[in-house]
């Protein structure tokens, strides 16, 4: 059960700092590891400020021993209500540029605030002058953090560490998500269109749209998940881009579909005709705007492609 800030004892309370830093420094170490391949230079700030945290671990112990002895009893965070929890590292992969600088900065901030109203809490002088020493020293993490980032955060570092941020950003979900866009928008055009033209009933051409929309989110989800394990390519957890594959696909194939809820064929059909064109046209501004690929040949490899798809729909659904 965990147990009242307010209850600890000056051992107590300087074992559980000690812990904390001790955490801490291997949350900033595993920060350094996890960026150290995509973010050299962020990764240098956390080893920096690893070696900070075991100084003052370092300095905490002695002080510990001084007063209390060799024996430091294990007090962890979750011992005491209302203490910072630090959430796992391993539980925020793939680490993020944005999300560990942003992680950090939470670090420092509640655990400096946390000692400051703690310390407004207890009655004792030397444990109120702990609380305070403490809170200094959390706050002084924070302008370490800061400088370093200014030291060695340079434009061009910072232009070159985004360069890789969208890189990763492309490979784990534009690519596999587009890959799922362009097939669901595609390859069902020619079953929802050849079951529209063949019954013309709205009914039938949703049930026919829907069950090639779920069936290829389906392939194409479990496809992208086995294609590789990302530890070679990059791209990423397989679940995580089996998942935005198999969505994108459904979506792309649900959009033309959906239109077909109407029961009105003939407006049923032109309204899913614009969706159409809009898909095609949302699928080419994607590939402008992350492949690099110009708007105007996308636009056109992706548009002849559809067109050419939904004509055989047509002309299946009309024979």
């Known amino acids: 059960m965990a147990k009242n800030f307010r209850d600890l004892s000056e051992q107590e309370i300087l074992a559980l700092a000690i812990s904390s830093e001790e955490t801490d420094a291997r949350i900033y170490a595993d920060f350094a590891a996890g960026l150290k391949a995509d973010y050299p230079a962020t990764a240098r700030i956390f080893t920096e400020m690893e070696a900070e945290e075991d100084e003052h671990r370092r300095k905490l112990i002695e002080d510990y021993r001084r007063r209390f002895g060799e024996h430091i009893p294990l ?9 910072v929890h630090r959430k796992p590292v391993w539980m925020i992969r793939p680490l993020g540029i944005k999300t560990v600088r942003r992680q950090a900065e939470i670090m420092e901030t509640e655990t400096q605030r946390f000692y400051e109203r703690a310390a407004s809490k207890v009655g004792d002088a030397s444990t109120r002058k702990l609380l305070g020493d403490l809170a200094e020293a959390e706050r002084k993490h924070v302008t370490l953090a800061d400088d ?14 985004e360069k890789a941020h969208r890189r990763l950003f492309v ?14 928008s595609v390859s069902t055009l020619a079953p929802v269109f050849a079951a529209a033209f063949a019954t013309h009933n709205s009914h039938a ?3 026919v749209g829907l069950a090639a929309s779920v069936g290829a989110g389906i392939s194409m989800g479990f496809a992208e998940a086995a294609s590789d394990d990302g530890s070679l390519t990059g791209r990423g957890k397989p679940l995580l881009r089996g998942v935005v594959c198999g969505l994108m696909t459904t979506a792309g194939g649900i959009g033309h579909t959906l239109p077909y809820l109407i029961p009105n064929f003939r407006t049923a059909t032109a309204i899913a005709v614009v969706i159409v064109a809009i898909e095609l046209l949302t699928i080419s501004w994607i590939r402008n705007r992350y492949m690099d690929t110009p708007f105007l040949r996308a636009a056109f490899q992706v548009i002849v492609g559809g067109m050419l798809v939904f004509l055989v729909g047509i002309w299946i659904g009309s024979s």
Do not use: H, N, S, Y
């Not at 007090?75 to 203490?83: N, S």
């Not at 370093?148 to 560490?161: F, G, H, I, N, S």
């Open 148 to 161: 370093l980032q200014r030291e060695q955060l340079t434009p061009d570092v910072e232009a070159e560490e």
């Open 171 to 184: 490979l784990q979900i534009v690519q596999p998500g587009l890959a799922g866009l362009m097939d669901g």
């Open 205 to 207: 051409a949703f049930l």
């Open 75 to 83: 007090i962890r965070r979750e011992d005491v209500k209302g203490f």
